[in-house]
Every structure is written in structure tokens, then in C-alpha cells.
């Protein structure tokens, strides 16, 4: 579960982060810097082992005991879902109202598409079954069928393909409006980071101002560059806090 922070003295490791146009990508690494959200993970794995402990010895026990030895806690998260279903849900629902998440990710997860999910009570009217691609679309929410004993690499390339084509027909027949996505300013977002890694290993204001800002000024007397580094500080912790779920 332990993430391992970046040096943030050198941009390399932050590298990755430069081409994305992904929001989610960008808000779980700050989000798995928060200290609070890492609190309530450390909180919710206790109550997953506390509720392994006594499960094993209920009439459940042996049931439990298939999904792992006590020392694989995916495992035993599974066992929790599928045999805690309450205590589940419960637990689901409070880090999906105060982290934005559907549930339980390990800081040390590397942050895919998945980790923010969209929620939506499922409805079956409110979504047209789609029997062929030549049908007029006339709303965005559509029911693919997917045959799952196709192998993974069929399935995402039917559908994919399905997909594109509806769209882009929806989208001409004015039933469609698609989403436009902003411009990530992701050098920005880049240095908060660094800034908060910067501040996690102990450096001082103007250390980060000397790395991150090697040739603006700070004048002894207005220290304007330092001034610049401690509101873009603050920026980043706000971020932390709550302010990613603007890039969700």
C-alpha cells in the first residue's frame, strides 16, 4: 500500500505525466498524497481485518478461509464484498462522498482511467439496446451486447468499432453533443506536485523556489520568488484536498 514518492528534485520521474490529457490520471496523484485519504485506507483495511478475524471463527469460517491465509488482503477484500455485503457498501459509499472514488484503491496503484469512476443508478428504460450498426441513434445512452467468451482483445475491438460508428452518427443526426474535454495545464499541475513532494521530504521555501524557479529573482528585500512558490504551494495543497475533483 506504501507509495513511494518521487524525488522532486529531478522533473524525470514526473515525466510521464506530460502528455496526458487525462484528468483522473492527474487528480489520483494528488489525491494519493493526501495524508487524510491515506488515514481512512489504513482505517478501512482495520476493518476488513477485524472482520476476517471474527469471520474465521463463525459458522462462515470455512467459507472465508478459500479466500485467503490472512496475509493477501485483495483476497480477503473479496471475502469482505461478497460476504460483508453491508459493511461494504457502507464503506463504499463513504469514500465515494468524501473522496469521489467508488471504493477502496491502494495508494500505490498506478492511477489507470478506472480509479475515478462514474456512478449512475443503472435504469435498464433509460437505455436503448443496440441490435445493429446501422441504427439511428436518438439518445447518448446506449446497451451494447458483449458475448464474454470472446477474448479480451475481440470484445474491446467490437465494441470500440460499434462505438465510434454511433457516435459519430449521433453526433451527425444532432442527437449526441459531445463532451469537449479542456486543455490540462499539465506543467502546472507538474510543479504543485513537485511542491508537495518537496514539502513531504522537509524542503524549505526557498530550496523548492531554487529548484523549481532557478532563475526568477528574490530580491533579499521582496523575496518575490518566494512569494510565488507559497502561493503556488498553497494552489497544490488545495488540490490535494479537494480541489482534484475539478479534474474528474
Known sequence: MKFIRPDWKKPKPYSDLLGTQSGRLIAWEFLRRNPDYEKDLIAFRATVDRWYSEAMKSDIGPTVKEYADGSIFHNMWYGFIDLAPDKWHASREYFWAKWGLSGYVDLDDDGGPEVFVSRWEIKPDDYIPVRDMCQRIETPLVSIPVDLSESIEQIEKSVMHLVR??????????????????????RKYINHLRMLDATFAGASIQEIGEILLPHATNDPNDKQRDKRIRAALKAAQKMQDSGYKILI
Not at 168 to 186: F, M, Q, Y
Open 165 to 186: 460508428l454511433l457516435r459519430a452518427n449521433g453526433i451527425k443526426s444532432g442527437a449526441i453533443t459531445p463532451n469537449v474535454n479542456r486543455v490540462l495545464d499539465t
